[in-house]
């Protein structure tokens, strides 16, 4: 049985939880506060489920999902996710975030920024394109004709073909977009950010992405 870490527990990361407890994962949930305070989502979730420390979280999940503000990424403990694999659910909000310069520029990506925090680990990007509500209600079986898909983008193969199995286990078809710096073609105001796609779709999507400078 795989744990999943979660080093955030707001909208995605609480459907996140959701999801993998429904389909046999056990879960390692952190926030910005005390343990104490996801005491109610623990209950919902049930016995796979526990709250701990985000060092606890990133210590014990096999896999670890960070899913907090862009601007607090510096605070993800780096020695603990060495060698594993981590979720970036990131997008980019300057009001929220504050400006950063080199994503303002297009330099880089937010995936790219958290993998540069986390020198040892495998980052993949995944579910920032995804409204939370729909992660526990768009999930089909394997097969299912029109089923939603999801991008992903990374550097490592193997990290992503652990990602690609957990999406299918949650109920959707996987579109890799390529290594970290692809990351942008989903990112806001992308073709395929929000909205519900099909796996060709969502490749449509990606090819006919563009850049801000560029819009």
């Known amino acids: 049985m795989t744990t999943i870490?979660?080093?955030?527990a707001g909208r995605i990361g609480s459907?996140?939880?959701r999801l993998a407890v429904a389909h046999g994962y056990s879960v390692v949930i952190s926030n910005s506060r005390d343990p104490e305070t996801l005491a109610a989502l623990v209950k919902e979730l049930g016995p796979r489920a526990r709250a701990a420390t985000p060092i606890e979280a990133a210590q014990d999940g096999e896999i670890v999902v960070v899913t907090i503000p862009l601007k607090n990424i510096s605070s993800v403990p780096v020695e603990p996710?060495?060698?594993?694999?981590?979720?970036?659910t990131n997008n980019y909000y300057p009001q929220r975030d504050g400006q950063i310069p080199e994503l303002d520029d297009e330099s880089t990506t937010t995936s790219e920024l958290l993998q540069a925090h986390l020198p040892k680990s495998k980052v993949v990007k995944a579910f920032n394109h995804i409204y939370a509500a729909e992660l526990t209600t768009h999930g089909q079986p394997a097969g299912t004709p029109n089923r939603r898909a999801l991008v992903i983008a990374g550097d490592d193969p193997s990290?992503?073909?652990m990602v690609t199995e957990m999406l299918d286990a949650f109920g959707f078809d996987t579109v890799d977009a390529g290594p970290l710096k692809e990351g942008w073609r989903i990112q806001r105001d992308t073709p395929g950010y929000g909205q519900r796609r099909n796996a060709a779709e969502l490749r449509r999507d990606l090819a006919a992405a563009k850049r801000y400078r560029d819009l």
Request: hydrophobic share 60%.
């Open 15 to 17: 459907q996140v939880a």
């Open 81 to 88: 996710l060495a060698g594993k694999v981590v979720i970036d």
């Open 5 to 8: 870490g979660l080093i955030g």
């Open 159 to 161: 990290a992503k073909a």
